[in-house]
């Protein structure tokens, strides 16, 4: 839905007005990308409480002005043309965590690194199991994400979301029917934004938890691009099958659209150098895609999700 200019920048005003969050208008969200690719949102907005969370949806809520979360931005990629109406990301009082026991609730911000790290720390197990995925805890649970050791969803008892609307429930594990890079919240137009998690862990040694982490880093170190921008893997696997390995298989490492490759290293991964655009990602993404059917039979699904305003759309 093409939202009016008027319309827009009116709700703006009525954010700036109502909520202590900063609001920018025209924001360059490259930055917030681990591709480093996208255009503009017309709003955007550093949330840092519950309550500005809750006026903020309720007010775009009313008005007909669409909000997309974004979380630590390593799985998205954002339309060139940039993202109409409300960009939110959390910030403040999300991006705390408390450990009690062995249970841990943590803000949708929180980085997933970060608390694996404490969680580890503390001596309790389970979070390592998505050691590497560099999203938050609410884009982990929104894509539970995984590795071939566990998905978030392993670990996670229940969620605090706001609704669209500005009303806060709970949702449990089983809510979510949460499965391999997938969660009901996927299906949801438009999605509750995930507040917190919680999640219950198990008490192990702590070195033994570090010991674990350590060698699955250097796992990665060695089978993933890590120093180049990226998405992590753009399609997800079908079936029992590795994308990666279906890509590999038809000769496609190194192909490239303008600034944007297939990884030498790591054939789902796709990398970008200076000049790169997201129009080039999604080129090349169909190329794969397309070259992996008429070879394979089997079409690829991307799990990078796209966001924004495209022209095909
Ligand atoms: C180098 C690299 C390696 C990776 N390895 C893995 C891996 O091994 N396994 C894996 O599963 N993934 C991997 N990923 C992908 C990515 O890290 C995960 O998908 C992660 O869960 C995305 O979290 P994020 O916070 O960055 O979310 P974003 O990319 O910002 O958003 C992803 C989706 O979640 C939604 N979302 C974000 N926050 C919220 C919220 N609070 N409430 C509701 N919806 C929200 C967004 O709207 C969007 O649709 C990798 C990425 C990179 C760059």
Redesign the pocket.
């Known amino acids: 839905m093409i939202q009016s200019t008027d319309l827009i920048t009116e709700t703006a005003q009525i954010l700036k007005d109502r909520l202590e969050s900063p609001v920018s208008l025209r924001e360059p969200l490259a930055k ?3 591709f480093g690719l996208g255009g503009c949102a017309d709003v955007f907005v550093n949330v840092g409480t519950l309550v500005d969370l809750r006026t903020l949806l309720a007010v775009a809520f009313s008005a007909g002005v669409p909000v ?9 990629l954002i339309s060139d043309l940039g993202v109409r109406g409300i960009v939110i990301k ?1 910030a403040g009082e ?1 991006n705390t965590f408390t450990i009690d026991g062995r249970e841990v609730e943590a803000g ?2 929180v980085g ?1 690194s970060r608390l694996i790290a404490e969680t580890a720390r503390a001596g309790l197990a389970g979070l390592e199991n ?1 050691y ?16 071939r050791y566990g ?2 969803s392993d670990t996670l008892v229940d969620v605090l ?1 706001v609704q669209p609307d500005g009303k806060e429930s709970l949702m449990s594990r089983d809510d979510l029917e949460m499965s391999y ?1 997938h969660s009901r ?2 299906q949801m137009n438009p ?5 917190r998690a919680r999640f219950r862990l198990e008490s192990e040694d702590s070195s033994a938890i570090r010991s674990r982490i350590a060698e699955r880093a250097k796992a ?1 170190q060695a089978s ?1 691009p ?1 120093n180049h921008r ?4 753009m399609f997800t696997n079908p079936g029992s099958d590795s994308a990666g390995r279906l890509i590999d298989e038809c000769g496609l490492k190194g192909l490239s659209e303008g600034s944007v490759s297939v990884s030498g290293k790591h054939a789902n ?1 796709f990398v970008t150098d200076e000049g790169a655009t997201a129009a080039d990602v999604r080129k090349l993404a169909e190329r794969v895609r397309n070259r992996v059917r008429e070879r394979t039979g089997i079409t690829l699904d991307l ?1 990078v ?1 796209l ?1 924004g305003e495209w022209p095909d759309e």
Do not use: H, I, K
């Not at 929104?142 to 590795?147: F, L, Q, W």
């Not at 990226?230 to 893997?233: A, D, P, Q």
């Open positions: 917030y990308t681990t997309t979360v974004l979380g630590d931005g390593s799985n998205v959390l999300f949708g911000s997933m998505v590497g995925v560099p999203g938050s805890v609410g884009g982990c649970v929104y894509m539970n994400a995984g590795t998905w978030t979301v890079r919240l996927q999605a509750p934004v995930v507040a990665r993933q890590l990226s998405c992590g893997c991964f799990e999700r966001l």
